[in-house]
């Protein structure tokens, strides 16, 4: 199980490389750096939280994961 801090600095690292994406891509189709930067500001705050949410959710699903063995003294 993860930490709270580790969810949101991953979400957060994530948002940065996204965030670019998204800022690039506007910024050659509009070809306006304030329309561009306004889309990957908000886009970039409205994501971050879900993404938290989302890692918090699966955080408390048990499908998929593995116990590992213990081991005997």
Known sequence: METHLRSVVK????RVIATLVTTI???V???E???A???GASDSLIKIGL???HERIWQTVG???EIPPTSSP
Request: aromatic share 28%; no cysteine.
């Open 11 to 14: 979400g957060m690292s994530w």
């Open 25 to 27: 891509v506007v910024w």
């Open 29 to 31: 189709i509009s070809g």
């Open 33 to 35: 750096v304030s329309m």
């Open 37 to 39: 930067l306004f889309a």
């Open 51 to 53: 993404y938290w949410g």
């Open 63 to 65: 499908w998929g994961r």
